[in-house]
T-cell receptor, first 116, second 115 residues
């Protein structure tokens, strides 16, 4: 089965600094990878997804992620953090194990705080 | 186009009571997933349904939990005889197709507190 590891349960950056959130996956098949953001007491919103079309994926709010097969990684970055980026971020892999169920397997999440 | 709707947003139950969580998928979506988020944990898959069919319930606890997605109306996640360990946020997600890589759109969740 597929799995996802997010290194760092809590990342703190200063406003304007680079944001780097790490995600490593394991998958026995070509993966489909997602980053979601969750603001307090809200649902998950899709930031971006990788579906093999391009290794560098651009998402909403200035975020992007690069798929590196050799490193089994899909790290999320943003050049300059904004206060509004403070939230919890989840990396997920589409866990296809046969049949028609494309359920998502999530990492444990990384809480991003942005300091003024 | 309205997003995925879930109600109630917050639900308080005493031990032994029943909890019913509702999910209305996005218009045109016929695939519904339920996930549970325990404190300081990521989301865990519970069940995948299509209209009138349970496709995969491998993530559901064997007892007390059930789910349905009738031909008409919302999907329901039912928890009988709740215990404190059921306290969590329950999210549903919908997608238009059962295709690998298809985006799942999440509702705002129902936060269940069992006293």
């Amino acid at each position: 089965a597929q799995s996802v590891t997010q290194l760092g349960s809590h990342v703190s950056v200063s406003e304007g600094a680079l944001v780097l959130l790490r995600c490593n996956y394991s998958s026995s098949v070509p993966p489909y990878l997602f980053w979601y953001v969750q603001y307090p007491n809200q649902g998950l919103q899709l930031l971006l997804k990788y579906t093999s079309a391009a290794t560098l994926v651009k998402g909403i709010n200035g975020f992007e992620a690069e798929f590196k097969k050799s490193e089994t990684s899909f790290h999320l970055t943003k050049p300059s953090a904004h206060m509004s980026d403070a939230a919890e971020y989840f990396c997920a892999v589409s866990d296809y194990s046969g049949g028609s169920n494309y359920k998502l397997t999530f990492g444990k999440g990384t809480l991003l705080t942005v300091n003024p | 186009n309205a997003g995925v709707m879930q109600n109630p947003r917050h639900l308080v139950r005493r031990r032994g009571q029943e909890a019913r969580l509702r999910c209305s998928p996005m218009k045109g979506h016929s695939h519904v997933y339920w996930y549970r988020q325990l404190p300081e944990e990521g989301l865990k898959f519970m069940v995948y349904l299509q209209k009138e069919n349970i496709i995969d319930e491998s993530g559901m606890p064997k007892e007390r939990f059930s789910a349905e997605f009738p031909k008409e109306g919302p999907s329901i996640l039912r928890i009988q005889q709740v215990v404190r360990g059921d306290s969590a946020a329950y999210f549903c997600a919908s997608s238009p197709l059962d295709r690998v890589g298809e985006t799942q759109y999440f509702g705002p969740g129902t936060r269940l507190l069992v006293l």
